[in-house]
């Protein structure tokens, strides 16, 4: 797995390419996590070159969503874990687990980072 | 095609078990399904039976076959510790719409889900748990 970081004004870009599995999911918590500790809650994860997720990746993202969600400037601004370019066999994983419906999904990242 | 590899039921042979699956997937006869089909099953499969199977008593082998024939692959998945049905497992829980709700069992559900069939057999006599997940290509 390969994680490009890029940082905006408000929100921070992670392009995650690769497989995020039992071996490799710690890397991308210890990264969201070095995120939430600058006080960076504005996440857009690029999944467009992500190959697999299997449930240890589904947790990462889980967990990640609900730390940014507790974090809020008012009742309609906060942090948030919004995605961009998820890949169709993803997509599949996604819709199988409910999570379709659970995260901002957006079809490129200009319009996720715009979101916030 | 059939390749066949045997581990020990313990942490550091997940990543022998998937290292087998790259070694399959190098192959090229597998389609892009039966390939995801095949790291998911090793890893949440395996997983399951080093964190549970083996859990209360030493590490037992886990043996890993995978045929492919007319299209179709075959992963059969042969342990020796407590025995366990996937199938038995209860759903995830997909019927809350928060980040609180339970994700146990997410493994597994994929697994059961992408499959086109899931086939388990405890051998009271042995003590072999055998799990066989089948997919055709699509």
């Given amino acids: 797995m390969q994680i490009e970081h890029r940082s905006f004004n ?18 991308l918590r210890q990264q969201v996590e070095a995120l939430f500790e600058q006080g960076r809650y504005r996440l857009v ?26 974090w809020k400037i008012t009742d309609l601004e906060g942090g948030d874990i919004r995605i961009a370019n998820l890949p169709p066999r993803i997509k599949e994983v996604f819709d199988l687990t409910g999570f379709t419906s659970l995260f901002e999904i957006y079809a490129d990242v200009t319009a996720a980072v715009g979101s916030f | 095609m059939r390749q066949h590899i ?35 099953v ?26 492919y024939h007319a299209s179709r ?44 069939d899931v086939h388990y057999h405890h051998d009271p006599t042995s003590g072999w748990n055998e799990l066989i997940v089948t997919k055709a290509s699509t």
């Fill in chain 2, 42 to 67: 090793i890893e949440e499969i395996a997983t399951n039976i080093v964190k549970y199977g083996y859990i209360e008593q030493p590490p037992g082998p886990i043996q890993v076959t995978c045929e």
């Fill in chain 1, 45 to 70: 994860l690029d999944l467009a070159q992500l190959e697999y997720i299997s449930s240890p990746g589904l947790r990462v993202l889980i967990e990640a969503r609900k730390r940014a969600r507790e």
């Fill in chain 2, 73 to 116: 692959l075959a992963i059969t998945i042969r342990d020796r510790g407590r025995p366990f049905d996937p199938r038995d497992h209860p759903l995830p829980d997909f019927t809350s719409a928060t980040a609180e709700r339970s994700i146990g069992g997410l493994g597994l559900y994929f697994v059961c889900e992408m499959a086109d």
């Fill in chain 2, 6 to 40: 045997e581990v020990p039921g313990e942490w550091a042979s997940i990543s022998t078990l998937l290292a087998f699956t790259d070694s399959l997937e190098a192959c090229e006869v597998l389609s892009h399904e039966q390939c995801y089909l095949l790291r998911l």
């Fill in chain 1, 10 to 27: 408000r929100v921070d870009l992670l392009a995650v390419a690769g497989r995020i599995d039992a071996a490799t999911s710690p890397q």
